[in-house]
């Protein structure tokens, strides 16, 4: 087997068919839709100079780097361990951080928070909260989409789908400190910054 991360997916989804047939078909197809690239790079490499060669490695290299880095950031989003960069630039620079985030209105012994989830994201993503108050979050589902269709806060142990029209999620915040949130994919995060 070729160590080749969308390759083992394939094997992984072909042995899931249960049928030497089936499965064989979607190496095929995996296998043709692959060739024209794989051939592109052997004729590149033959016609580019050695020099050209070298720096679109280094180009490659740093590519791959920064890519790796980004899946990380957004593994630890996932985690909502809060060692994610948002959440530390938060917390770092919780100043200028909590002057572009939307605090909450208290009222009848719950504080409010708003937001509108479009195709672009979340609207707002950064909210204010006073620890110890519960929260009612009314989230305005306007536009679901694969990415945005449901969001999990891992430090308050909530996950939910995103409805259309109008949802309000409860918690309590316990402790002051930065809680991040995201979709499930980790793609698109948000973040509560708790105060005493």
């Known amino acids: 087997m070729i160590a080749c991360g969308p390759l083992q997916a394939i094997y992984i ?26 051939l592109g790079f052997g004729y590149l490499t033959t ?19 920064v890519l790796g880095l980004v ?10 361990s809060g060692f994610d960069v948002n959440s530390l630039f938060t917390s770092k620079f919780s100043t200028s951080a909590q002057d572009s ?15 509108d989830v479009t195709a672009a994201g979340w609207q707002p993503a950064k909210f204010v909260l006073k620890a110890g ?19 999990q806060v891992p430090q308050l142990d909530l ?18 400190g930065v809680i991040p949130w995201s979709c499930w994919m980790g793609m698109i995060d948000g973040s509560f910054i708790v105060q005493k």
């Open 101 to 115: 985030a939307v605090k909450s209105t208290i009222s009848g012994g719950y504080q409010t928070i708003h937001m």
């Open 71 to 80: 899946m990380l950031n957004q593994g630890l989003v996932l985690t909502g």
């Open 133 to 151: 108050v519960p929260v009612k979050w009314v989230i305005d589902g306007k536009e679901i989409t694969e990415c945005n269709k449901a969001i």
């Open 47 to 65: 016609v580019v100079s050695h020099k050209i060669t070298a720096r679109l490695l280094q180009a490659s290299g740093i590519i791959v780097l």
């Open 13 to 38: 989804l072909a042995a899931g068919t249960g049928s030497p047939l089936e499965g064989a078909k979607l190496l095929f197809i995996f296998a043709l839709g692959t060739l024209p690239v794989m």
């Open 159 to 176: 996950s939910f789908n995103i409805q259309p029209g109008l949802q309000t999620i409860e918690f309590t915040p316990t402790t002051a």
